[in-house]
């Protein structure tokens, strides 16, 4: 199935879980999603590809939306979040947070920072694609609003 507006939705997931990574792409397929998932395993790895992202030329390089997850080898995911937020050319791109962490001040750590959305990671798989599933129809809500 083809996303609105054409192509498919360009993941960078940050997370060092591969297990996670798995179940996620999972998710995705199962509720319909079609995406490639790009993988960073820690701080450096990120910034790294979103410095790559905000020089790029070309479509390539592309990513639609980063899947970011707040404890990360390295440093902490509000890290990558805010610099994503305060570089002009990636200050757009939407950020997704899937963490583990219950704790209400990370949630309105992030939130502050600008996250998108904050999901706390689910406990099985149906809880995880509800998440995709939400992941997905605001996904195509946008792809829709840009190609009016």
Known sequence: ?????GGRLRVLMVDDSSADVLLVK????DCGLECDVEVAEDVRAAIARLDRL????????AIDLVLLDLKLPGGDGTEVLRHIRLDPKLRELPVFVLSGSQSPADREGVERLGATVYFRKPENFSELLR????IR???RGRKTREAE
């Open 131 to 134: 998440v995709c599933s939400v």
């Open 1 to 5: 199935m083809e996303q609105p507006g």
């Open 26 to 29: 999972e998710a995705f397929r």
């Open 54 to 61: 905000a020089r790029a030329t070309d479509a390539q390089d």
């Open 137 to 139: 129809d605001l996904w």
